[in-house]
């Protein structure tokens, strides 16, 4: 059966207020896939930027990106308590940030400020491949996001060593021969227009691979039911280049050292091929 197209991006831009776009992810990686999930990605921005007191490192921003989401929801696992749609849904947000929030691009403002955005990822119902199209349906609508193009503003003055009132000014920064200059605290404000988000196209996909018990053999898009016979899985984001970003090995069992290179070269297999198509339907 030949693969079908991937899902349409949902779409974000920026507000004040968080919007929501339905969906149906069939999440495709192989022919002949199975695993299809509804959510709804919400994604909004907090009108404020995060102070800084030293030149930050990308990675010191992105530590504040988070994604507060509860996916799992009553309708997705009608069966479930309380407990454990609460259990199952902090499973899911840990993954998500620990692994796939690191990736985005921070969206600095300047050196000392950037933006924050909150990613909401809500789970309607469930058949296999969950944790794979909640990761698809965050880079759908980080990759259609509109981020706001902003410029530093701020003020310098020049004063004499004394001011109208004969008496001598309180100023800092670099000083000159009777002259000295004050610089008032920056700030930001918008430019006009908006940009796509900054390396949208270099967002990692998350490919699953399920381990068959006492073989070899791997396969994706598992069922529920093939989920609970083949609990051992790796998990690896994969970016479009082919660089793993993220692994994390669950089940009871381990894997031997020989099958480790081979587990990857076949996530970055079908990593690349998911994300060519990805990328080849953004706006």
């Not at 990686?29 to 404020?48: D, K, M």
């Not at 308590?81 to 259990?87: H, I």
């Not at 969950?130 to 410029?151: E, F, G, H, M, Y």
């Not at 800092?172 to 009777?178: E, H, I, R, V, Y």
Request: glycine share 8%; proline share 8%.
């Amino acid at each position: 059966m030949a693969p079908r197209r991937p899902p349409t991006a949902a779409r974000a831009c920026a507000s004040a207020r968080p919007r929501s776009w339905p969906a149906s992810c069939l999440l495709l990686a192989t022919p002949g896939q199975r695993a299809r999930s509804r959510w709804i990605c919400e994604l909004s921005w907090v009108r404020r930027c995060v102070p800084r007191s030293h030149h930050p490192a990308p990675a010191t921003l992105r530590q504040k990106q988070r994604s507060r989401s509860h996916p799992s929801t009553p309708q997705a696992y009608p069966h479930a308590s309380s407990s454990e749609l609460a259990q199952q849904s902090d499973y899911f947000s840990t993954l998500l940030n620990e692994h796939f929030l690191p990736t985005i691009p921070a969206l600095r403002i300047s050196d000392k400020k950037a933006f924050v955005p909150t990613l909401h990822l809500t789970l309607l119902s469930a058949d296999g491949g969950v944790l794979s199209t909640l990761a698809l349906a965050a880079r759908a609508a980080l990759a259609d996001l509109s981020v706001p193009r902003t410029k530093e503003i701020g003020w310098e003055g020049v004063s004499d060593e004394h001011d109208m009132a004969g008496i001598k000014g309180a100023v800092g920064g670099a000083k000159g021969k009777g002259r000295a200059r004050a610089r008032g605290a920056d700030d930001w404000d918008l430019d006009g227009g908006e940009a796509p988000l900054d390396g949208r196209d270099e967002l990692p996909v998350l490919v699953t691979l399920f381990l068959v018990p006492a073989s070899d053999a791997v396969f994706v898009d598992a069922t529920p039911q093939e989920e609970a016979a083949c609990p051992t899985r790796l998990h690896a984001l994969v970016r479009p280049n082919g660089r793993i970003c993220g692994a994390r090995l669950e089940g009871q069992d381990g894997i031997d050292a020989a099958r480790v290179r081979p587990l990857f070269e076949e996530a970055q297999r079908i990593g690349i091929d998911l994300a060519a198509a990805l990328n080849a339907d953004l706006p």
